[in-house]
């Protein structure tokens, strides 16, 4: 490893303590003979191309699946979500762009193995069409009672809990923040019931969500927990 690459590897740690960036400034300025500044572009450079990383593994993720069939893309619009019928991953872009980390709004699944007894497990093949039906941590608002607020993407529940939640579903103030379905990307991995195969869905899903924690220090602003 060269001498800048361990400079820029030792800020970059220091500022993944804390993922602050003055705080690590602070600490970092009496321990290296740099500017402020030059510390800063140091974190930033980093920071950018960790996200550039990101992007480039998930469109290696998305070719893998297209390549055996496995993918669909949905480019909503003003209408309700046309799902397929299918278990697996489901990552929501806004923005309808999918090559910026910063666009990247939600990543969850649908489907998962159970057991049936000690000899046996199966697959209970949620559709992703059953995410309609969420009410939080977001909610597809597809009902006539969601009045102009219709046809968006809600994430950020102001309910107390869950219980709360399903009160207030309808309500306009019930989510923090709202996309437009005619901004949203969707893309659908599909994963079967073979075991055999290398993903299950929550390994998928695992597996996205860890990559935009280790790029990121955060994870998507609709995503609550990994």
Known sequence: ????????????????????????????????????????????????????????DYKSLVEEFQSKLTFTEIDCKKEKIKWPQKSG???????NDDSSHDNLVYVGMTGKYKRVNQDEVSFNSGTFDKRDYRYTPYRFCESVKDGDKRYEFSYGPTGKNGKEQAKIKYQHDAYEKR???????????HV??????????????????????????NLPPANNEL
């Open 192 to 217: 079967s019931d073979n075991h055999r195969e290398y993903y299950t869905p929550e390994l998928l899903e695992k597996k996205i969500l860890t990559k935009y924690l280790k790029s990121s220090g």
């Open 89 to 95: 991953v489901y990552v929501i872009w806004k923005n």
């Open 1 to 56: 490893m060269s001498y800048t690459e361990t400079i820029l590897e030792y800020v970059y740690d220091q500022y993944c303590l804390s993922y602050n960036m003055e705080d690590a400034i602070d600490f970092i300025e009496d321990e290296i003979d740099f500017t402020r500044e030059e510390i800063k572009d140091m974190i930033q450079y980093t920071i950018d191309y960790n996200k550039e990383q990101f992007i480039k």
């Open 179 to 189: 996309i437009p379905y005619s901004e949203l990307k969707i893309h659908c991995f």
